[in-house]
C-alpha cells in the first residue's frame, strides 16, 4: 500500500510537471502570435504615388486618380502635401485623358479654392503666403490669368508695405523733402506709382505739406520773409492744392512791401533830417547820411510828405502821446523783430559795436519814433535805426486800455 501511494504521488508530481511545461509553452506561443500580428497589423501597404512622368503619359484610366483627387479636396488637402493634394491628383488625370470634363471641372474648382486662400492671404498682408500659393498653382496651369494677377498684386503690396516703412523711418528722421531721392515725400511717391489710388499715401503728402505750410506761416509772422518764403515753395512742390497756399503767398509779398516801404520812409526821413542839419549849420552833412546824394531840404520834405501821406504802415502813421509811461523791454511782447545787418563801409571793417536805441510803441504796436541814446560808434546809428522802425508789439495794455509806452533796447553789432 505504501508502495502503490508512492507511485501516485510520483505520477501526479511528474504529470504537474509536464503540464506546467506546457501552459508556458501555450502563453509564449501566444505571445509571439500576437506581437506577430502586431507587427503585421502596422504594415499598412503604401498609398500609389504617380510622380512618374512616364506613368502619367500611359494610357490608363483617369477614374482611379479621380476619386484620389476628390478625396484629397474633400479632406482640404487643395495645395498641400505634394503630390498627394487635389490639384496634383487632377492635372495627373488629364495628363491620361486630355479631354476629361470630370477632371477639368475638378481641376477649376481646386484653383478657385487656391485663389480665393491667396486672396485671404493677401487681406491679411501675408504676401509671401500669397506668392506661393500663385506659384503652385502657375505650375499646374501657368496659363492662369486669374494666378498671375494675384501674384503681381501681392508682390506690388508687399512694395508698398515697404515703401510705406521707408517713409515713416523718414519723417522720423526729420528727412521731409530731401535728400534727394531718399526722403518721405519720395517713398510715398513711389507708392502712388504703384496705387494711384493709395488713400493713405495721399494723405501723408498732404499732411506733410500742410506742415511745411505752418513752419512758413509761423516764419513770417516772425518776419523771417525768406525762411518763409522757401518753406511755402516747398510745401507747394509736395502738394499744390492745399488750403492756405495763397494766402500764406499774399502775405509775404505783403510783408515784403511793407517793409520795403517802412525803409524809404526811414531813409527819407533820415535824408531830410541831414539836408535840415547841414542847412542850418552850413556844413556837409554828417557820415550818417553821406552814403546817399543829399537833396535840398525842400525836395526831401516834399518826398517825406508824399510817402507819409501814402503809406499806412510807416513809423508816423499814428500820433504819439507827449506823456508815454515808460517801461522795461522785458515788460514788451514783440511779434515782430528785425536784427540789424552789419553797415557796409568803404575800408577796412571797424569792428564790433553797440547801439543802445529809445522807442516809442503806440497803442496799435507799431513803432512810431526811435532815437539813437548812446553808441559805441555813429557808423551804426542808422543800421539800428532802421531795424528799430520795423518792429511790431503787443498793445501794451494799462487796467486793460491799450496804452502808448517808451522803452530801450541795445543792439550789438558782429562783423
Known amino acids: 500500500?505504501?508502495?502503490?501511494?508512492?507511485?501516485?504521488?510520483?505520477?501526479?508530481?511528474?504529470?504537474?510537471?509536464?503540464?506546467?511545461?506546457?501552459?508556458?509553452?501555450?502563453?509564449?506561443?501566444?505571445?509571439?502570435?500576437?506581437?506577430?500580428?502586431?507587427?503585421?497589423?502596422?504594415?499598412?501597404?503604401?498609398?500609389?504615388?504617380?510622380?512618374?512622368?512616364?506613368?502619367?503619359?500611359?494610357?490608363?484610366?483617369?477614374?482611379?486618380?479621380?476619386?484620389?483627387?476628390?478625396?484629397?479636396?474633400?479632406?482640404?488637402?487643395?495645395?498641400?502635401?505634394?503630390?498627394?493634394?487635389?490639384?496634383?491628383?487632377?492635372?495627373?488625370?488629364?495628363?491620361?485623358?486630355?479631354?476629361?470634363?470630370?477632371?477639368?471641372?475638378?481641376?477649376?474648382?481646386?484653383?478657385?479654392?487656391?485663389?480665393?486662400?491667396?486672396?485671404?492671404?493677401?487681406?491679411?498682408?501675408?504676401?509671401?503666403?500669397?506668392?506661393?500659393?500663385?506659384?503652385?498653382?502657375?505650375?499646374?496651369?501657368?496659363?492662369?490669368?486669374?494666378?498671375?494677377?494675384?501674384?503681381?498684386?501681392?508682390?506690388?503690396?508687399?512694395?508698398?508695405?515697404?515703401?510705406l516703412d521707408e517713409a515713416s523711418a523718414h519723417v522720423a528722421a526729420g528727412r521731409i523733402d530731401g535728400p534727394r531721392g531718399f526722403n518721405a515725400v519720395s517713398s510715398y511717391r513711389k507708392v502712388l506709382r504703384l496705387d494711384a489710388n493709395h488713400n493713405q499715401a495721399r494723405v501723408a503728402l498732404r499732411q506733410l505739406a500742410q506742415g511745411l505750410l505752418t513752419s512758413a506761416q509761423t516764419a513770417v509772422l516772425e518776419s523771417d520773409l525768406e525762411a518763409g518764403d522757401t518753406l511755402l515753395n516747398r510745401a507747394r512742390a509736395i502738394s499744390s492744392d492745399i488750403a492756405g497756399l495763397d494766402a500764406a503767398a499774399r502775405s509775404i509779398r505783403d510783408a515784403r512791401a511793407a517793409a520795403a516801404e517802412a525803409a524809404a520812409a526811414a531813409e527819407a526821413r533820415e535824408l531830410a533830417a541831414a539836408a535840415s542839419r547841414a542847412a542850418e549849420s552850413g556844413v556837409p552833412a554828417t557820415d550818417e547820411a553821406a552814403a546817399v546824394p543829399t537833396p535840398d531840404l525842400a525836395a526831401a520834405q516834399e518826398a517825406l510828405a508824399a510817402l507819409l501821406s501814402s503809406q499806412e504802415v510807416t513809423p508816423v502813421a499814428e500820433p504819439v502821446v507827449e506823456q508815454e509811461l515808460?517801461?522795461?523791454?522785458?515788460?514788451?511782447?514783440?511779434?515782430?523783430?528785425?536784427?540789424?545787418?552789419?553797415?557796409?563801409?568803404?575800408?577796412?571793417?571797424?569792428?564790433?559795436?553797440?547801439?543802445?536805441?529809445?522807442?516809442?510803441?503806440?497803442?496799435?504796436?507799431?513803432?512810431?519814433?526811435?532815437?539813437?541814446?548812446?553808441?559805441?560808434?555813429?557808423?551804426?546809428?542808422?543800421?539800428?535805426?532802421t531795424s528799430m522802425r520795423r518792429w511790431r508789439f503787443r498793445p501794451y495794455r494799462v487796467n486793460g486800455e491799450a496804452t502808448p509806452v517808451r522803452s530801450a533796447l541795445r543792439f550789438s553789432f558782429v562783423p
Not at 571793417?349 to 543802445?356: D, H, Q
Open 326 to 385: 515808460e517801461v522795461a523791454f522785458r515788460k514788451l511782447s514783440p511779434v515782430r523783430r528785425f536784427l540789424p545787418t552789419y553797415p557796409e563801409l568803404l575800408g577796412s571793417p571797424i569792428g564790433k559795436g553797440w547801439v543802445e536805441v529809445s522807442f516809442t510803441v503806440a497803442a496799435s504796436g507799431r513803432v512810431v519814433a526811435a532815437e539813437v541814446l548812446d553808441s559805441s560808434n555813429s557808423a551804426f546809428h542808422r543800421s539800428a535805426l
Open 1 to 163: 500500500m505504501a508502495t502503490l501511494q508512492s507511485s501516485e504521488s510520483g505520477l501526479f508530481e511528474s504529470f504537474g510537471l509536464a503540464a506546467a511545461v506546457v501552459v508556458a509553452g501555450v502563453i509564449v506561443t501566444a505571445a509571439l502570435l500576437r506581437n506577430q500580428v502586431s507587427q503585421q497589423s502596422l504594415e499598412l501597404p503604401a498609398i500609389p504615388t504617380f510622380a512618374s512622368s512616364a506613368a502619367r503619359e500611359q494610357g490608363t484610366s483617369a477614374a482611379p486618380v479621380i476619386e484620389l483627387a476628390t478625396a484629397a479636396f474633400a479632406a482640404g488637402r487643395i495645395l498641400e502635401p505634394a503630390e498627394d493634394n487635389a490639384l496634383h491628383y487632377y492635372r495627373l488625370a488629364l495628363a491620361r485623358e486630355p479631354g476629361n470634363p470630370e477632371a477639368r471641372r475638378g481641376l477649376e474648382d481646386a484653383v478657385d479654392y487656391a485663389l480665393n486662400i491667396g486672396e485671404s492671404a493677401l487681406y491679411y498682408n501675408r504676401w509671401q503666403e500669397a506668392e506661393r500659393i500663385t506659384e503652385q498653382i502657375l505650375r499646374v496651369v501657368p496659363s492662369s490669368e486669374a494666378a498671375n494677377t494675384l501674384k503681381l498684386r501681392a508682390i506690388r503690396l508687399r512694395q508698398v508695405e515697404t515703401l
